[in-house]
Nanobody, 115 residues
C-alpha cells in the first residue's frame, strides 16, 4: 500500500504563505487525480484541491480559490500545495490523498494561522 507523508506545515501570521509537500512511498503516476484535504478541530475532513494526472487540470474549493495552488511532480512522486494569503480559518491539519480519497491517510501536517 502506498504510504503518504505530508510536510511543510507550521505557524504563520495571517497573510503569510506556506508550501506543503506530500511524498508517496511509490509511484502514484497511475492515479488519475491527487488532492489535498484538511480537518480543523471539531470539523469533518474536507476536500481542498485536486489535480489530474495527465493534463494537470486543477480544482479548488471556493474558499481557497485564488490563494492556493496545487501541483504535482510525477517523477518525484510528490504533490504540493502552495498556500498564499493565509487566513486564520485555514488553520487545520492538511492531508493528501487521491481524489476522491481511496488511499490510506498519512499523519498530516499542522497549519496554524494566527490573526
Amino acid at each position: 500500500q502506498v504510504q503518504l507523508v505530508e510536510s511543510g506545515g507550521g505557524l504563520v501570521q495571517s497573510g503569510g504563505s506556506l508550501r506543503l509537500s506530500c511524498a508517496a512511498s511509490e509511484s502514484f503516476s497511475s492515479i488519475d487525480a491527487m488532492g489535498w484535504y484538511r480537518q480543523a478541530p471539531g470539523n469533518q475532513r474536507e476536500w481542498v484541491a485536486a489535480i489530474t494526472r495527465r493534463i494537470g487540470i486543477t480544482h479548488y474549493v471556493d474558499s481557497v480559490k485564488g490563494r492556493f495552488t496545487i501541483s504535482r511532480d510525477n517523477a518525484k512522486n510528490t504533490v504540493y500545495l502552495q498556500m498564499n494569503s493565509l487566513k486564520p480559518e485555514d488553520t487545520a491539519v492538511y492531508y493528501c490523498n487521491s481524489a476522491p480519497a481511496r488511499m490510506g491517510w498519512g499523519q498530516g501536517t499542522q497549519v496554524t494561522v494566527s490573526s
